[in-house]
């Protein structure tokens, strides 16, 4: 074989190789090169922190949870036949009060157990970072949800005790029941309404949580730090 096609044959090959190389390079994060499963665990956090930051901070404000649909709390499917017998004899505005008072409950709690939904999310292990990244729209927060709903429970239920009280809730519910079971012939109530918030509270911050994570993961834009940027990319060429 003559040298020149020998040549030509080779270059053909370089560059065949080349453009495959590009193409690979071209499909790794921007700024940096494979990035570790660490690494990818770190950002996942910061995606979390964020919803903390951004979205859980919401729910602190007046209204936060009685005018957000997405977490509001209503009356327990328990306690709809003690809505529905005030509202019979004009009491309709004593449930109203319940309503808001079970939101006001949460929107103080949520506020003094901030800090434990950050060292939640600090210290949590992701054990297979990279199927959680490239998994559903919440998955960290789904993760996150499985992992700390127990533990972030028996810390959280005292705060909204202390809630229920501090806002008056405690009050307001135990003259709207009272007013309830004297009505005749009604089944007599009392259930345990701090149980109720605290797991509706937590469901609240989870979701806003879930809010963030889906806006970091469709949109470049939301993604503000360079470890965001870099993995989140990631999933992006998924």
Request: net charge neutral.
């Amino acid at each position: 074989m003559k040298l020149s096609k020998i040549l030509t044959i080779l270059l053909c090959l370089v560059l065949s190789s080349c453009a495959e190389l590009q193409q690979v390079v071209n499909q790794l994060p921007q700024g940096g090169g494979v990035l570790s499963e660490a690494q990818i665990g770190d950002g996942l956090k910061q995606a979390l922190q964020f919803g903390i930051d951004k979205q859980v901070s919401k729910l602190t404000q007046t209204d936060g949870f009685l005018g957000n649909a997405l977490v509001k709390i209503a009356i327990p499917e328990e306690l709809k036949v003690v809505e529905d017998g005030l509202r019979k004899i004009g009491l309709g505005n004593l449930a109203d009060e319940g309503v808001k008072a079970l939101n006001r409950a949460a929107e103080d709690a949520v506020k003094e157990a901030t800090p434990i939904f950050i060292d939640a999310v600090s210290g949590i292990s992701f054990a297979d970072a990279k199927n959680i990244l490239l998994g559903a729209d919440n998955a960290a927060t789904t993760y996150l949800q499985s992992r700390t709903t127990s533990p972030l429970y028996n810390k959280f239920h005292p705060v909204i005790k202390n809630s229920f009280g501090k806002v008056g809730a405690d009050a307001i519910w135990e003259n709207l029941i009272h007013k309830y079971n004297t009505i005749p012939f009604v089944k007599q109530v009392n259930p345990d309404l701090t149980q109720y918030v605290t797991n509706k509270a937590l469901d609240g911050v989870f979701t806003m949580i879930a809010v963030e994570e889906k806006e970091i993961r469709n949109k470049v834009g939301a993604r503000t730090t360079n470890l965001l940027r870099q993995v989140f990319a990631l999933q992006d060429n998924k």
